[in-house]
């Protein structure tokens, strides 16, 4: 019979023949996304390096939390008729 390494074997041999014409796609932008994860590593790194060196008495050692991140979003008005929705009007 055939071991657990042949299987593998024959499965990627498999996938290769069955999905060729997508397998440069596919290659190419998980290079892209590799690259911009290295990226986003790199300037976290940066701003927490840049932060010690400015606020050397602030951050966790000093016991304060840092500042909490602001998100900015979009105003939604509120339907306040009662009519309509997802559920009909009734309140669930």
């Known amino acids: 019979m055939f071991g657990l390494s042949e299987l593998a074997i024959i499965l990627i041999v498999l996938i290769a023949?069955?999905?060729a014409k997508k397998l440069p796609d596919l290659?190419?932008?998980a290079g892209k996304s590799a690259h911009i994860l290295k990226a986003?590593?790199?300037a976290i790194k940066e701003?927490?390096?840049a932060g010690k060196a400015t606020g050397a008495g602030r951050g966790e050692?000093?016991?304060?939390?840092p500042a909490p991140r602001?998100?900015?979003g979009e105003a939604v008005a509120r339907d306040t008729t009662g009519g309509g929705?997802?559920?009909?009007?009734?309140r669930a």
């Open 17 to 19: 023949v069955l999905a």
């Open 27 to 29: 290659a190419r932008s």
């Open 40 to 42: 986003e590593a790199r």
């Open 47 to 49: 701003a927490e390096n």
């Open 61 to 65: 050692g000093s016991g304060e939390a």
């Open 70 to 72: 602001v998100i900015r």
């Open 85 to 90: 929705g997802e559920n009909g009007g009734q």
